[in-house]
């Protein structure tokens, strides 16, 4: 994993870096972010730079080519361990800990490094089991960092939601980091860093991985990913900020709709209270299918906020596509403080019923009639 295939997080990236020109390496930090973002990448992304082998003291990313970058590229190098949440499963009936899972480990992450926590289960055949950081892990984590590192300058232990540890595994992590062994890096990795011990907490470094600005992750989903512009800007507004969310969105329904398009011919035809209208677009909202309509609502949020913010200052929301602007900039008389919040309520509550399989034209129609009137109170 190269910085370089990481989208945005250039700050985050010029830290790293930094501390490893400046031999500055601190020996715990804590990559702190929400799940599905760049946290666990830019963990690899460090620990590839981190054993390069012709890395110099300039250079800004890790070479890809050298024996090192190779095999942790392919996530087989021996100084490169992970300590994950797992539970038994049909293939581990027994004594679950992390080294038992090490090829399904390689294949989930190499296949998609933001996924989450219920992705691995699934990825795992853990069924309805939940996963977490056993204490018989503490002892294998023990023994491993006991041994020197075996080619590398570093032994790296890449902890994955350090959150779900079994208090003895807590604890163990915490003697290490308080006595932490010579050329060893401790890469905490976390989506919830608050249930954490604060004296783990107090004794490493955070890194904070913020999400995206959705000019970059758009620019990620259409030249890396190549997603269609119109589609790529579509999931960077639902995902908001988040790449392991739009990539999820994007796999999961494929097709090309236009929700912007929709929802400006939607809203006109709420503003006009046109009924008739309203009940032949119903039409073609229970056409899209039921995570289609889920995603309409989603977005149909996420542009309303947009409205909202522009009509209070268009500086809140600096990069609009060009279709957009006119809408954006026309529809903000009718969306204000006064009735921003019920709107969203309602746009909420469709979600809502569509998600627990309400008719969705009776859903649709309903919603339109309530904005409908609530356009009127702006």
């Not at 902890?159 to 308080?178: F, G, Q, R």
């Not at 947009?306 to 809140?316: E, I, Q, T, Y």
């Not at 979600?351 to 309903?366: G, I, K, L, S, T």
Request: one cysteine or more; glycine letters at 4%; charged letters at 20%.
């Amino acid at each position: 994993m190269r910085f370089s295939e990481i989208p945005g997080q250039q700050q985050v990236k010029q830290l790293l870096i930094g501390s490893v020109q400046r031999q500055h390496v601190a020996h715990a930090q804590l990559f702190r972010g929400a799940e599905g973002s760049a946290a666990l990448a830019l963990a690899l992304a460090y620990a590839t730079f981190l054993n390069c082998e012709t890395r110099s003291a300039t250079d800004a990313d890790s070479c890809g080519h050298c024996p090192s970058c190779q095999k942790i590229d392919k996530l087989i190098h021996p100084d490169l361990n992970f300590i994950l949440p797992v539970t038994t499963t049909k293939a581990v009936p027994k004594d679950a800990v992390s080294s038992k899972f090490a090829a399904e480990w390689r294949t989930f992450v190499l296949e998609n490094p933001y996924q989450g926590l219920n992705d691995w289960m699934q990825h795992i055949g853990a069924d309805n089991k939940q996963g977490s950081i056993s204490k018989e892990e503490s002892l294998q984590l023990l023994r491993l960092v006991s041994l020197k590192a075996f080619e590398a300058q570093f032994k790296i232990v890449i902890i994955w939601l350090p959150e779900l540890m079994h208090p003895s595994a807590a604890n163990a992590v915490l003697k290490l980091l308080e006595e932490p062994p010579p050329a060893t890096v401790f890469l905490l990795v976390s989506n919830a860093p608050e249930q954490l011990l604060p004296t783990i907490i107090s004794r490493v470094q955070p890194v904070v991985v913020r999400p995206l600005p959705e000019e970059e992750l758009l620019a990620w989903l259409r030249d890396t990913h190549q997603i269609p512009e119109v589609k790529a800007r579509q999931l960077a507004q639902l995902a908001e900020g988040n790449p392991g969310t739009a990539l999820v969105a994007q796999a999961s329904n494929s097709a090309d709709h236009d929700y912007f398009t929709f929802f400006v011919k939607w809203m006109r035809l709420c503003y006009s209270n046109n009924v008739g209208e309203m009940l032949a677009i119903s039409d073609d909202f229970q056409k899209l299918g039921r995570e289609n309509q889920k995603e309409l609502l989603q977005y149909a949020l996420v542009l309303l906020r947009k409205v909202l913010l522009f009509g209070l200052d268009a500086k809140l929301v600096p990069h609009l596509a060009a279709n957009e602007q006119q809408f954006v900039q026309g529809f903000s008389r009718f969306v204000t403080p006064r009735n921003a919040e019920p709107i969203t309520k309602e746009l909420n509550e469709a979600h809502y019923h569509v998600e627990r399989n309400a008719n969705p034209r009776m859903v649709f129609v309903d919603t339109c009639l309530r904005v409908a009137e609530l356009l009127k109170t702006a």
